[in-house]
């Protein structure tokens, strides 16, 4: 992407000319590499490089136009500022976004360097010797359908007439692996693992190699569930899977639209059991591709949502902010219509537990790995869920698998209904989580 600076004073010099006195870009450029194999072959390499901005415009009636564009020579800056100022007058009357208050504000964070991309060669060997080494891992496994090696740079900014600019860098590799068994007269199992890091030297490869073979290994001897009431243990990926379904519980766009589990007066309400606290937090040290600053250049920050079991805050934009009188929180995107999304989770134990569980002593839990079908068995605005999962039934630290299973619920009551945080928290791609055991859900064996 041409250098920052550049396209500020170029977008000054448009805006001068053009007559606009109020605008802002963000902008973003992602350079990334993508590698797949099947059975030896690599399957699949892709390159890409995108990048785009996006302008907003206000104009003297304080209405706002946004268009985006990937043309970031002066040329094509003037033609979306003019785009955009034209549009300004078809836009909304009520509650027209702004600028961010905080579009100023320092940012506190270290700079981060980009790390040098590894080769393609490089990527597909890496990834044909971990399909290699899985396939070994059992005879049993006969394939590892879902697979992907990656690395991507990424640079962002963000710049307004009021003189803010920001900028910043980073890379990210990551590498996912889904194995896949064939016995005869037996139903295939399967799972997978994933990694993350800065760059493709430091990714723990053999890691998810290990935690992929362990994980299918183990669903080999699998038994039907009675169905019935059990305590669920849920995996950090599994629990993080159902507060990000219902996150409209803390995002102020959606308890605005009233299109959420949520009021704007439940802030210090109790909605959880007093030993879950959660919060959102981008420059938390655990997250890789951690952002400074949001899409209307708020800086990113720790968020607390949940706090002993108490809603503690909601995630904002500027807009919403001031319509709750509250601050940005530096979880907006830009568009037309600004959204809100949570950027990291971080879930922790709150406060101490009458009694500590293990799977190494409980009868009969069941611990769920992975929940299947979100899209569509979630009733966000119900707070209701169904859902498949792969995971097995636990007797005193002996896990077997469970053939097929739903796990049914109401998110508010699993909330409360928490029993125990275990303090080992674990790295995903949505956020730092321990295990959190949960009592009385509903498990339905086929």
């Not at 004073?9 to 000319?17: E, G, L, P, Q, R």
């Not at 009675?226 to 803390?250: C, E, I, M, R, W």
């Amino acid at each position: 992407m041409a250098n920052i600076q550049e396209i500020a004073s170029a977008a000054k010099s448009s805006a001068n000319i053009l007559g606009i006195k109020k605008f802002d870009i963000y902008g973003s450029s992602v350079d990334s590499t993508s590698v797949q194999v099947d059975q030896g072959e690599p399957r699949q390499v892709k390159a890409s490089n995108l990048s785009g901005v996006t302008v907003r415009v206000w104009n003297e009636e304080n209405t706002m136009g946004v268009t985006s564009t990937t043309d970031v020579d002066p040329k094509g800056l003037e033609l979306a500022l003019k785009t955009a100022y034209e549009a300004s007058f078809f836009g909304v009357k009520e509650n027209v976004p702004d600028f961010s208050p905080e579009a100023i504000a320092p940012l506190d964070v270290k700079a981060t360097e980009k790390v040098e991309q590894a080769g393609v060669t490089e990527l597909i060997n890496s990834l044909l010797s971990a399909e290699k080494e899985l396939m070994a891992a059992h005879p049993a496994i006969k394939g590892v359908p879902y697979n992907n090696l990656a690395q991507r740079d990424v640079d962002r900014f963000y710049l307004n007439s009021d003189g803010a600019l920001r900028t910043e860098s980073h890379s990210l590799a990551s590498v996912y692996l889904y194995s896949k068994t064939e016995e005869e007269g037996r139903k295939p199992r399967s799972a997978g693992a994933f990694r993350i890091s800065h760059g493709v030297k430091d990714l723990d490869i053999n890691g998810c190699i290990q935690e992929t073979a362990d994980k299918t290994i183990s669903h080999l001897n699998y038994q039907k569930v009675q169905t019935g009431k059990y305590t669920v243990v849920f995996s950090p990926d599994a629990f993080l899977s159902l507060l990000s379904a219902f996150s409209n519980l803390y995002n102020a766009q959606n308890i605005l639209d009233k299109q959420s589990l949520s009021t704007p007066d439940d802030i210090g309400k109790e909605i959880a059991s007093p030993l879950l606290c959660v919060c959102d937090d981008a420059l938390h040290p655990a997250n890789v591709g951690a952002e400074s600053f949001d899409g209307e250049g708020t800086p990113t920050r720790r968020v607390p949502l949940i706090e002993n079991g108490v809603l503690s805050g909601f995630l904002h934009s500027a807009g919403t902010a001031k319509r709750m009188n509250a601050k940005p929180t530096g979880n907006a995107s830009i568009g037309a219509k600004v959204s809100v999304s949570p950027n990291f989770y971080h879930v922790y134990a709150g406060a101490k537990a009458e009694k500590e569980f293990s799977l190494e002593t409980a009868e009969n839990v069941i611990l769920i790995d992975d929940l299947q079908a979100l899209h569509a068995g979630v009733k966000a605005l119900q707070g209701s869920f169904s859902l498949p999962f792969d995971g097995w039934i636990v007797n005193k630290g002996v896990r077997t698998s469970i053939e097929s299973a739903t796990v049914a619920g109401d998110f508010l009551t699993v909330l409360t209904s928490i029993i125990f945080v275990e303090p080992e928290p674990e790295l995903t791609p949505g956020g730092v989580c321990p295990r959190v055991w949960v009592e009385g859900l509903s498990i339905t064996g086929e």
